[in-house]
């Protein structure tokens, strides 16, 4: 069975900190995606990023950054000098590859990770 | 670019009404999704269609039912509403193997 699991459900920081949000998942398939989603309060679903189980690459963009590690199934996102905009609850969630049909499986979400940034 | 357009935004339904959610995807994409989130709560995967046919279900009450039709738009019918039901609705769509592009939600408040 899939699962994702954030273990941490609230952080607060204060601006132009460094924060980490943890992600853990479990799978037996062995070609699969990762997925880092932020919600803001408005609701929306805005996504970031879109890994493959084949690509362990970190990747950076602006002040973002993801740490993705097979060999633990984890799969972490940092954000570098917080800022207030940054506060909003962050999902990591998990596809397979293939389900019936051939279209693409669905997403398996985390808790999410509730994060305020304070000035 | 086009995006996944879901009507209404808002909804508010009384207990034991109907309501229709509609979702119209992004032109040449295959797959529709529907999720639940609940206040708090992380989405949860409802129903799924591949070139208009189910192709997957997760957690959906017999209460609700949705299908996509000739055009690729979708809907999801919720009938005999429950306190419970409220939540925020999203679709997505996606081309097979490619990311997930999710509407703006449907925010349905049943009281």
């Known amino acids: 069975a899939q699962k994702v699991t954030q273990a941490q459900t609230e952080i607060s920081v204060v601006e132009k900190e460094d924060v980490t949000l943890d992600c853990v998942y479990e799978t037996r398939d062995t070609t699969y995606y990762l997925f880092w989603y932020k919600q803001p309060p408005s609701g929306e679903l805005v996504f970031l990023i879109r890994?493959?189980?084949?690509?362990?690459q970190n990747e950076i963009s602006g002040r973002y950054s993801w740490n993705f590690q097979k060999s633990t199934s984890s799969f972490n996102f940092t954000i570098t000098a917080s800022q207030v905009v940054d506060s909003a609850v962050y999902f990591c969630a998990l596809s397979e590859a293939f389900n019936y049909g051939g279209s693409q499986g669905n997403l398996i979400f985390g808790k999410g990770t509730k994060l305020s940034v304070k000035p | 670019a086009a995006g996944v357009i879901q009507s209404p935004r808002h909804l508010i339904k009384e207990k034991r009404e109907t309501a229709t959610l509609k979702c119209y995807p992004i032109p040449r994409h295959d797959t529709v999704y529907w999720y639940q989130q609940g206040p708090g709560q992380d989405p949860q995967f409802l129903i799924s269609?591949?070139?208009?046919?189910?192709?997957d279900k997760g957690s959906i009450p017999d209460r609700f039912s949705a299908q996509q039709f000739s055009d690729y738009h979708s809907e999801l019918n919720m009938s005999s509403l429950e306190l419970g039901d409220s939540a925020l609705y999203f679709c997505a769509s996606s081309l097979e193997q490619g990311g997930y592009t999710f509407g703006s939600g449907t925010r349905l408040t049943v009281v």
């Open positions: 269609f591949y070139e208009k046919m189910q192709s």
């Open positions: 890994r493959n189980s084949f690509d362990e």
